[in-house]
């Protein structure tokens, strides 16, 4: 079982920066890192991901240049560094996480077991 705590998310400007922080607990060996979101009236959608090691991400086209996951092993935490906000943007972000080795990392919603209860993100325009 792992349990995940995002934080982190706000109000900000459009061309503004934020990071979201996942922290995770329980047994958190060897596991995959994913952040979703979910804007009002629509699906979620993926992201960013990253591997259990570390060495791979992957990001959506819609964020590619703009965002960076990163993650600290030693803090069990994994990090969602947003720059360049645009108000599309706006939505709830969720970290997920589903247990893995390798290098290939899914970017599906339906390959991660556990989730944070999201954060609020709204940048403005």
């Known amino acids: 079982q792992v349990q995940l705590v995002e934080s982190g998310g706000g109000l900000v400007q459009a061309g503004g920066s934020l990071r979201l922080s996942c922290a995770a607990s329980?047994?958190?060996?060897?596991?995959?890192m994913g952040w979703f979101r979910q804007a009002p009236g629509k699906e979620r959608e993926f992201v960013a991901a990253?591997?259990?090691?570390?060495?791979?991400?992957h990001y959506a086209d819609s964020v590619k240049g703009r965002f960076t996951v990163s993650r600290d092993n030693a803090k069990n935490t994994v990090y969602l560094q947003m720059n360049s906000l645009k108000p599309e943007d706006t939505a709830v972000y969720y970290c997920?996480?589903?247990?893995?080795?390798?290098?290939?990392?899914?970017?599906?919603?339906?390959?991660?077991?556990?989730w944070g209860q999201g954060t609020q993100v709204t940048v403005s325009s």
């Open positions: 990253i591997s259990w090691s570390g060495i791979s991400a």
């Open positions: 329980g047994r958190t060996f060897a596991y995959h």
């Open positions: 997920a996480a589903y247990h893995g080795f390798g290098e290939v990392v899914a970017v599906v919603d339906s390959a991660y077991d556990y």
